[in-house]
């Protein structure tokens, strides 16, 4: 079973740097992409930043320049660095694992709070 578990959420100021890091355990299929999403109340889940198999990754224009995803293999983590975080950047982060059958799984949600 996979599972994957988020840390690293908390309270910063504005212009500060959080790092969070999602580990990944159980996948017995090959991953096709790791990714981080985030959500506010009231709104969808919206993709953060991607990195594939391959090492290409992808932003939302939004975190382009103040967001960083990247991978530990061999300890099958992924993170985000976040730095010249906002008040707009508040919200709840969710790891998510695609496999190359297709499935997807998330990790519980870690919570980020920007103060102004």
């Known amino acids: 079973q996979v599972q994957l578990v988020e840390s690293g959420g908390g309270l910063v100021q504005a212009g500060g740097s959080l790092r969070l890091s999602c580990a990944a355990s159980g996948s017995i299929v090959r991953v096709y992409a790791m990714a981080w999403y985030r959500q506010t109340p009231g709104n969808q889940r919206e993709l953060v930043a991607a990195?594939?198999?391959?090492?290409?990754?992808h932003y939302a224009d939004s975190v382009k320049g103040r967001f960083t995803i990247s991978r530990d293999n061999a300890k099958n983590t992924v993170y985000l660095q976040m730095d010249s975080l906002r008040p707009e950047d508040t919200a709840v982060y969710y790891c998510q694992e695609s496999v190359v059958t297709g499935s997807y799984y998330w990790g519980q949600g870690t919570q980020v709070t920007v103060s102004s």
């Open positions: 990195i594939f198999s391959g090492g290409n990754t």
